[in-house]
T-cell receptor, first 115, second 113 residues
Framework: KAGVTQTPRYLIKTRGQQVTLSCSPI?????VSWYQQTPGQGLQFLFE???????NKGNFPGRFSGRQFSNSRSEMNVSTLELGDSALYLC??????????????FGQGTRLTVV | AQSVTQLGSHVSVSEGALVLLRCNYS??????LFWYVQYPNQGLQLLLK??????LVKGINGFEAEFKKSETSFHLTKPSAHMSDAAEYFC???????????FGTGTRLQVTL
C-alpha cells in the first residue's frame, strides 16, 4: 500500500509570506501528526488531527495552523514566515484506536527554506 | 510528561565493530519506545519498537534493543556495523493511547573503514 505522501518536497519562501504544506496519510489511517525538525531544536511535535479535529497541540505560536479534510488528508499552514521557520516538516500517519503510536508511519518530509 | 535522553550526539565505529547507541527515558506511565533512523533529507524510518511483552526487541537491518525498566533504558545495538548504517538515529517515547512521539536529540552514527 502507498506510504505517506508529502508535497511539495522542497520549498523556498520569502520572510513574511505564508506557506501551505500537504500530507496524504496511508489509506485507512485517520490520524495525522506534524513535526518540525531543525538542527537547533531537533524534532518537535506541532499538532495532531483526528477525524478533522485537532486533538493535540505542541508549543508553537499561532502562526502555525493546520486542518484535516474528510478524506484524512491534512494541510499545515505557516503565516508571516520567519527565518527560524526554515526546517524539515514531517507528517506522520497513524490508524485509529489504541496503540496508535506503535503504528505511526512518517512521510519523507517537506524541506522549507525561508530567505 | 515523558522525555528521552540520548547520550552522545556523535558515535564513530569501525566497519564490523559493535554498534551501541544509548537511550534513557522518563515516563510516568508504562511507555512505548521506538528507534528511528533518518538518512539525509529523508523522513524517519522505524527500526524497532517496544510496546509490551518481550523486552528484547529485534528490528530491521540486524538492529535490536532491550527494554530495561529498572534502568529506564532502551539502548540500540548491532553486532557488526556496515557502511550503510551511517545515518542519524532517534529514540522516541510515547504513551499507549496517544499518537504524539517525544524524541531524543539524535545520535549521528559514523562508520569508518
Amino acid at each position: 500500500k502507498a506510504g505517506v505522501t508529502q508535497t511539495p518536497r522542497y520549498l523556498i519562501k520569502t520572510r513574511g509570506q505564508q506557506v501551505t504544506l500537504s500530507c496524504s496519510p496511508i489509506s485507512g489511517h485517520r490520524s495525522v501528526s506534524w513535526y518540525q525538525q531543525t538542527p537547533g531544536q531537533g524534532l518537535q511535535f506541532l499538532f495532531e488531527y483526528f477525524s478533522e479535529t485537532q486533538r493535540n497541540k505542541g508549543n508553537f505560536p499561532g502562526r502555525f495552523s493546520g486542518r484535516q479534510f474528510s478524506n484524512s488528508r491534512s494541510e499545515m499552514n505557516v503565516s508571516t514566515l520567519e527565518l527560524g521557520d526554515s526546517a524539515l516538516y514531517l507528517c506522520a500517519s497513524s490508524p485509529a484506536g489504541l496503540s496508535r503510536a506503535s503504528s505511526t508511519v512518517f512521510g519523507q518530509g517537506t524541506r522549507l527554506t525561508v530567505v | 510528561a515523558q522525555s528521552v535522553t540520548q547520550l552522545g550526539s556523535h558515535v564513530s565505529v569501525s566497519e564490523g565493530a559493535l554498534v551501541l547507541l544509548r537511550c534513557n527515558y522518563s515516563s510516568s506511565v508504562p511507555p512505548y519506545l521506538f528507534w528511528y533512523v533518518q538518512y539525509p533529507n529523508q523522513g524517519l524510518q522505524l527500526l524497532l519498537k517496544y510496546t509490551t511483552g518481550a523486552t528484547l526487541v529485534k528490528g530491521i537491518n540486524g538492529f535490536e534493543a532491550e527494554f530495561k525498566k529498572s534502568e529506564t533504558s532502551f539502548h540500540l545495538t548491532k553486532p557488526s556495523a556496515h557502511m550503510s548504517d551511517a545515518a542519524e538515529y532517534f529514540c522516541a517515547v510515547s504513551v499507549s493511547t496517544a499518537s504524539k512521539l517525544t524524541f531524543g536529540t539524535g545520535t549521528r552514527l559514523q562508520v569508518t573503514l
